[in-house]
């Protein structure tokens, strides 16, 4: 790439010009462009911009180099006290002197640097290495202290810091596991929903709001299911899915009513249990009586009897449920057997965020995944994380 001096009156053909002449480099271009963008596009073409380092891993560096600081350190002290160790009978003679007020040579190998009288402590040198100590002490509380400071390091590095980093590299295994983990492209009709399969296999789907709710009656109930509701206003409709010659048992009946309390008020109420019954789909209507009014989202049902089902407890499981070769988050409620992990949630005082947090990492699934399954409310409390091997049997949260 040239520049034009002065004296020229003329470009010669094929000369290009910088945007800035760095002259102080001292030497030509190594190519030269007829155009700036085109020097832009090849340079994003063929450099490798490194992707920027994720919050965790800077994390984890900073605390690995805390932890190296610590054993420098302890390795510091120990030496110091050491040194201390076998020089005691010239240092309790300096702090004779320094209790005095004297900064004094007292021979051999070590000395007093300084003296601060207000702590009543001072800085002493011995064979080079200097060091703090207590005038208030003797010379061999003094080499003890400096062991027990090694010592100190010693349990943050491998107590704290260490429990810090072990939980910061567990954090980057699992956030790495949902990174890599493809994407469903698929979602089925019921993940629109509240739903889970029961003990006996059967599918329950629930409403999110009244429009759902709508939907969920309109579109999906058929004259095979059992239609269930929590003995609460506003709670969600709740259907359990009949297909084939299989007919729901008490098992499918009672989580399912339990399932519907779960996700009503009742949750974010704190309460510990509720009722629910359950109908035939024949009972549901939307035609009111004269004067009436229903609601979006809500139904009538009226004629034959209303099955109830009391002291149904707020206890939900969340795990991760195979389907047609996928592995779905799935909430539902509490039962003894289950293969895999899963996490035990009641209703608590513990914000939906810290829930989610914890119950993704567990499962090693994106946060929103968990968010879905969560039951309304702001806030829960994890009872217990278990896995095939029973991680954790105490309460998490």
Known sequence: MKHRGAGHTSTPARAYYPPVLLSHLGREPDRVYEDLNLAYSEFLDTTSVADEESPLRRRIESQRRSIEEFRKREEEFRRLGS??????????????????????????????????????????????????????????????????????????????????LEETLRLEEASRKRENRPRRQQKYWFEAYRWFFTSEGFLVVAGRDARSNEKLVKKHMTDRDLYVHADLYGAPSTLIKVEGDKQPGEATIREACAFAVSFSRAWPAGVSSGSAYWVYPQQVSKTPESGEYVATGSWIVRGGKRNYLFDLPLDLDIGMYSYRGEELVMAFPHREKWEGKRVRIVPGDVRRKEVVARVSEFLGVDRDEVERVLPPGGSSRILSMEGAAKESEEPAL
């Not at 402590?121 to 100590?133: D, K």
């Not at 002490?137 to 590095?157: C, D, R, T, Y």
Request: proline share 0%; glycine share 10%; aromatic share 2%.
């Open 83 to 164: 040194v201390a160790m076998s020089h005691l009978k010239d240092l309790d003679a300096i702090i004779r002197h320094l209790r005095e007020g004297d900064l004094v040579e007292a021979g051999g190998q070590c000395r007093a640097v300084s003296l601060d009288k207000a702590s009543r402590t001072a800085v002493v040198s011995c064979e080079g290495m200097e060091f703090s100590v207590d005038i208030r002490k003797s010379a061999g509380e003094n080499a003890s202290a400096l062991f027990g400071q090694a010592k100190e390091m010693k349990q943050k590095a491998e107590g704290g810091a260490a429990k810090a």
